[in-house]
Nanobody, 130 residues
């Protein structure tokens, strides 16, 4: 059974930090790119970051560049999203998702396309207070 389980969300003050984790199981981790997406109330889901498990390439939305860092521990089948200098506008439910190699190479133009992700976690709430 494929599972993606997010953890690490919570309530933090503006300027603070959180680290999200995405534990994956049930599929060959190295064959997938793992992305983080978020959805705020009344807004569309947006791509936050992505990492290729095969070569470690990373991608970020402009809104989080320089503040968020994505990393992967392939031995643990886990991807992390370190979020620093958090802002109230970062408040959202954060989801991790797995994009299989059948969609082709993940690159700067393809990674934010949520429809190309095969598996999704249940989400974790991040709330940043001002």
């Amino acid at each position: 059974e494929v599972q993606l389980v997010e953890s690490g969300g919570g309530l933090v003050q503006a300027g603070g930090s959180l680290r999200l984790s995405c534990a994956a199981s049930g599929f060959t981790f190295d064959d997938y790119a793992i992305g983080w997406f978020r959805q705020a109330p009344g807004k569309e889901r947006e791509g936050v970051s992505c990492i290729s498990s095969s070569d470690g390439s990373t991608y970020y939305a402009d809104s989080v560049k320089g503040r968020f860092t994505i990393s992967s521990d392939n031995a643990k089948n886990t991807v992390y999203l370190q979020m620093n200098s958090l802002k109230p506008e970062d408040t959202a439910v954060y989801y991790c998702a797995a994009r299989g190699s059948a969609w082709g190479i993940v690159d700067v133009t393809t990674w934010p396309s949520s429809y190309e992700y095969d598996y999704w976690g249940q989400g974790t709430q991040v709330t940043v207070s001002s």
